[in-house]
């Protein structure tokens, strides 16, 4: 058995190695190249809320009822279609108000409802706004722009970050005395969104004024160049 395992040794010290040694990685430059592409936003996102007391929790929650189906009414009527109106957060809690007793008292209740509404038309995004507002919405949360459809703009900005490292791998290779081979590997480092300007409010004005602005996107790329001599 030992002058087996020996000659099985020796057989294998013999073979060459060539899977155990990694093939020597060609010259190459690294560059990284940026894209930003800007665009009119076409989307908006509204959170608003309605906000009621009551002496007990069944009257919080029955007040926030009427006065909610009052607002989900006129957002439809405001052309909102019921698939870009959700329920984003409801609560119902006590008033805390202070101790009685060294136990602490509870002075009604609260009731909250959050809708988060999708606006496609943005012209009418004020009207939207005092629609909501008249029929009781008293709670606003936020408002964002974006593009309903990002992928042609993210795209552009894809192209451009690529000829952005082609013209940056071009300007190191002539200052370095050599030429730019084949591309040996593209990463993408993924993606970013400007924000972009929140809607400017006067609660005596109607229609609420909205500025949406620019949106603007960005994609990073990292090639890798083969260096020719």
Known sequence: ????????????LALPLPAMAEDAMPPMITVT???AVEAAPDIATLTI?????????????????????AVMARLTSAGIEPRDIQTSNLSLNPNWTGY???????????????????????????T?????????????????????DPDPVLNEARREAVADARARAELLASAAG????????ISEAGFASDPVPMFRAEVAAAPVPVAAGELGMSANVTIFYEIVE
Not at 1 to 7: I, N, T
Not at 49 to 69: I, R, S, W, Y
Not at 100 to 126: C, F, H, W
């Open 1 to 12: 058995m030992r002058v087996l395992s020996a000659v099985l040794l020796s057989a294998a």
């Open 33 to 35: 190249g940026t894209g």
């Open 49 to 69: 809320g309605v906000t009621t007391q009551g002496d007990t929790a069944a009257d919080a929650l029955g007040a926030n009822t009427v006065a909610l189906e």
């Open 100 to 126: 009685e007793n060294n136990k602490p008292t509870i002075s009604g209740y609260v009731a909250n409802n959050m809708l988060t509404i999708r606006v496609r038309q943005l012209d009418g995004l004020g």
């Open 128 to 148: 939207v706004l005092d629609a909501a507002v008249a029929d009781g919405a008293n709670t606003l949360n936020g408002l964002s722009f974006g593009l309903a």
């Open 178 to 185: 050599v030429k730019l081979g084949r591309i040996i590997s």
